[in-house]
Nanobody, 125 residues
């Protein structure tokens, strides 16, 4: 069965950096658009950023633009989230999500999707 396993979370001070990883197994990884989401306590899960199958272009939530960078390595079936200049409001459980998208310009549907179990990121003095 498909597995997505996040790692790299932890406690960091404001202004610090963390690098999250998401490793996929039993998945045709290079065919999947990959996403990072996060969910803070008492809030809805929100999209942090997306990286398409060929790695470009990446898209980010306004709240993380210029601070977070998503990358992928299709040879390792993994994606990464480099988080710099972290703020307390970045505290959340971070999840990766794999999506198999079908369709073309103007109409795209998600035909298949998988979630990881999440990794906690806490930004605090």
């Amino acid at each position: 069965q498909v597995q997505l396993v996040e790692s790299g979370g932890g406690l960091v001070q404001p202004g610090g950096s963390l690098r999250l990883s998401c490793a996929a197994s039993r998945l045709a990884f290079s065919r999947y658009t990959m996403n990072w989401y996060r969910q803070a306590p008492g809030k809805q899960r929100e999209l942090v950023g997306t990286i398409p199958v060929d790695g470009v272009p990446t898209n980010y939530a306004d709240s993380v633009k210029g601070r977070f960078t998503i990358s992928r390595d299709n040879t390792k079936n993994a994606i990464y989230l480099q988080m710099n200049s972290l703020k307390p409001e970045d505290t959340a459980v971070y999840y990766c999500k794999a999506e198999y998208r079908v369709g073309g310009e103007g109409l795209v549907a998600v035909a298949d999707a998988y979630w990881g179990q999440g990794t906690q990121v806490t930004v605090s003095p």
